[in-house]
Structures are given as structure tokens and as C-alpha cells.
């Protein structure tokens, strides 16, 4: 998953909490799942009335993101909001998405009750099944991945697991995170913690395989 640049985060929300309006998850699928134990995947939940964000998938349990900050907001988002507000490399992934015929996409942020575990679900829908493809692997080819971890049910899931130190502080980040498409949709699942090198953190590979078999399920369910 791009993530945003250091320093974008200060970039105006009001962009992209326009376009999200109460970024209320109505249709969500939600799973029941806590930060250590995820339990085992549940049914769809009834999906929205209209728009992406019925085809979400969130982990239950966990928090909303901090108000004004784009990374953390959920609802949905046009092409150039993305490029604009959530984008590390914007004239890649704009490159990215004109090909794939991509003009929305839906994000859902939460965070564990104790701020150390964050999950970022992002959405992407393309004109075809061979540019959702094209968008999956022109997105993964972005960043260097350490570890891939197998998805039960989805082997064709792109998956990495790594840990790095972030900035000059010594804090860590454990990251999981996975791929898929479905249809014309593509979907990205992406679950960081942090931690110290004293109490180092490791990527929660159980968590970010619940919410993408959840995600899995939800859009072969309800798109096309």
C-alpha cells in the first residue's frame, strides 16, 4: 500500500472529507475480530445502497482515525483526491490509475483501542478485470517487500510481512499487508504497529489475513 509522503498528512483535509460526507460505514462488512485473536470469518453483512462503501471491510473493536488527517480518513475518494492526499509517489499512481481506468475508490481507517495497531483498507475500481490486475501489480512494484505469508483460500494474494525503523526516534513498524483483485475491483489491507527496538513489534499476519479473506468474500459477493 502507497503511503502518504512525510509531511502530507499536514496536507488540507477538507479535499478529501468533501467527497466522504459523514464517512459513515453503512453496508460495511465488519469483522469480529480483536488486535491478538482474530476469530474466524464471519458472514457478509448486507451491503449499501449505493456507492463502495457496502464493499468495505473493517475489524470490529477497533477506533475511527484522528479527525483532519487524510491517512486515517474513511470514506470515498475521486482519483485525484487520492493522488492529491493519500499518494507517496502521486505522478506514478496517477500514471497508475488513468491506465486502469480508475476514478473512485473507497478507504476505511481504524486503529486498536490502545493507538499501537492500525488498519487501512483502500478499494480501487477499474474499467476491467485485466486493469485491475495491471493496477495490483503496477501498485506492489512500488515498494520492496521482505516476506511473503500465505492467505488460505488465496494464493494469488500478493502478501508481505517486514519490519523497518521509521525516522531517527528508534520507534519500529511491523507491517502486514496483501493484494488482491476481484473483478474490476482491487483491494489492499494494510496492518501496522508500532513499538521500540527495546519491545519490538511483529507484523500481525493473523489480522491482515482475516480482514482480506473478509474483503475477499465481501466483493465477490456484492461486485463485479
Not at 509531511?7 to 465488519?30: E, K, N, P, Q, R
Request: contains cysteine; aromatic residues 4%; hydrophobic residues 45%.
Amino acid at each position: 500500500m502507497r503511503r502518504v509522503a512525510p509531511g502530507v498528512a499536514a496536507v488540507v483535509f477538507a479535499g478529501l472529507a468533501a467527497l466522504t460526507g459523514c464517512g459513515s460505514d453503512a453496508g460495511a462488512a465488519t469483522a469480529p475480530i480483536s488486535a491478538s485473536a482474530p476469530a474466524e470469518l464471519p458472514a457478509a453483512a448486507p451491503a449499501a445502497t449505493s456507492g463502495l462503501a457496502g464493499l468495505a471491510a473493517v475489524p470490529g473493536g477497533f477506533l475511527r482515525g484522528v479527525a483532519g488527517d487524510p491517512t486515517q480518513a474513511t470514506g470515498p475518494f475521486t482519483r485525484q483526491a487520492f493522488v492529491d492526499t493519500l499518494s507517496a509517489a502521486p505522478a506514478k499512481d496517477l500514471a497508475l490509475l488513468l491506465n486502469a481506468g480508475c476514478k473512485e475508490g473507497y478507504q476505511t481507517f481504524r486503529v486498536s483501542p490502545d493507538r499501537r495497531k492500525r488498519v487501512t483498507v483502500q478499494l480501487f475500481k477499474t474499467a476491467s478485470k485485466p486493469k485491475a490486475l495491471d493496477l495490483q501489480k503496477g501498485f506492489w512494484s512500488q515498494t520492496e517487500h521482505s516476506k511473503a505469508f500465505a492467505v488460505p483460500g488465496l494464493p494469488e494474494a500478493l502478501t508481505d510481512a517486514r519490519t523497518e525503523v521509521v525516522g531517527v526516534t528508534g520507534r519500529i513498524e511491523a507491517v502486514a499487508e496483501a493484494s488482491i483483485t476481484v473483478g474490476t475491483m482491487v483491494a489492499e489491507v494494510t496492518v501496522t504497529q508500532t513499538g521500540t527496538l527495546e519491545n519490538a513489534p511483529v507484523p500481525d499476519i493473523r489480522l491482515a489475513t482475516t480482514i482480506l479473506r473478509l474483503q475477499q468474500a465481501r466483493l465477490t459477493t456484492k461486485s463485479g
